[in-house]
């Protein structure tokens, strides 16, 4: 079975700067789909950015962004000029190409200081 | 477009009462996924309908959990009886067929006493 480990249950970033979070996941598939979901104090979860293995590209939304690491299975998210609006829950997920379900990590909580 | 709808948003019972959780998707959408919150164990798909059926309840906990999805624009899932430990945050997802992008509901926050 797949599993997805966040190792830091805490992060914190000064406000315009840049964070990392990170993500490693174990599975024997060679084709899958990676996502960061981000869940603010109103408790929806919301999708941040998302990774098709086979594309070698690291994807890009506005201030977020990935470093996929197929070999070392890590799909690390980075937070570029950090807000306020920023702080929230951040899980990441893998999903199967053979199945709808998500797997999810732990998560991180990232709390943004002025 | 509302987005997902879940109700109630908070629910408190008292162990052994019936509780059930309800779900409008997304119109439209065709999949539509219950996933469980808790401290221990995080989020976890305890089960997820294609067109109205049940493909994937490998997740549902016990025989005490029960869902459904009558038509494509409501869902259901049951707990009955109750007990503490299913105190968590109940997620509905809908998504616009496989593999498509997921919409989550704002969650059920259960409290078992």
């Known amino acids: 079975a797949q599993t997805v480990t966040q190792s830091q249950p805490e992060m914190s970033v000064q406000e315009a700067e840049t964070v990392t979070l990170s993500c490693t996941y174990d599975t024997s598939e060679s084709d899958y789909y990676l996502f960061w979901y981000k869940q603010p104090p109103s408790r929806q979860m919301i999708l941040v950015i998302r990774?098709?293995?086979?594309?070698?590209q690291n994807a890009t939304e506005n201030r977020f962004s990935v470093n996929f690491q197929k070999a070392a299975k890590s799909f690390s998210l980075k937070i570029s000029d950090s807000q306020l609006g920023d702080a929230a829950m951040y899980f990441c997920a893998y999903r199967s190409p053979y199945s709808e379900k998500l797997v999810f990590g732990k998560g991180t909580k990232l709390t943004v200081n002025p | 477009d509302a987005g997902v709808i879940q109700s109630p948003r908070h629910e408190v019972t008292e162990m052994g009462q019936e509780v059930t959780l309800r779900c409008k998707p997304i119109s439209g959408h065709n999949s539509l996924f219950w996933y469980r919150q808790t401290m221990m164990r995080g989020l976890e798909l305890l089960i997820y309908?294609?067109?109205?059926?049940?493909?994937?309840d490998s997740g549902m906990p016990e025989d005490r959990f029960s869902a459904k999805m009558p038509n494509a624009s409501f869902s259901t899932l049951k707990i009955q009886p109750s007990e503490p430990r299913d105190s968590a945050v109940y997620f509905c997802a809908s998504s616009r067929g496989q593999y498509e992008k997921l919409f989550f509901g704002s969650g059920t926050q259960l409290s078992v006493l």
């Open positions: 309908f294609n067109n109205n059926v049940p493909i994937d």
């Open positions: 990774q098709e293995a086979y594309k070698q």
